[in-house]
């Protein structure tokens, strides 16, 4: 069974840098597109970036220019670098897996909060 957890969300300043880990503990075959969520309070969740098999990658408005994500398939994780961060993207990040055929799988969330 495959697990995905997140790590590296924390608090900090307009203007500092995260970088958030998904490593999976086991391996998933037949990935379409590796991405990162985020919902922040009374929001909607919505994509920030995605990544597909074939290394494409796709960024919400919002955060293109400043938040880059990346993968390491030795390693089994996907990273989401966030530079420039704004109050506005304080908000819960969940790392997503997505296969061909549907299945998906989701990690438990790390709470990002950028300080004014």
């Known amino acids: 069974q495959v697990q995905l957890v997140e790590s590296g969300g924390g608090l900090v300043q307009a203007g500092g840098s995260l970088r958030l880990s998904c490593a999976a503990s086991g391996s998933i075959f037949r990935i379409d597109v590796r991405g990162w969520y985020r919902r922040a309070p009374g929001k909607q969740r919505e994509l920030v970036a995605a990544?597909?098999?074939?290394?494409?990658?796709n960024y919400a408005d919002s955060v293109k220019g400043r938040f880059t994500i990346s993968r390491d398939g030795a390693k089994n994780t996907v990273y989401l670098q966030m530079n420039s961060l704004k109050p506005e993207d304080t908000a819960v990040y969940y790392c997503?897996?997505?296969?061909?055929?549907?299945?998906?799988?989701w990690g438990q969330g790390t709470q990002v909060t950028v300080s004014s």
């Open positions: 990544i597909t098999s074939g290394g494409s990658t």
């Open positions: 997503n897996v997505h296969q061909f055929g549907g299945e998906d799988y």
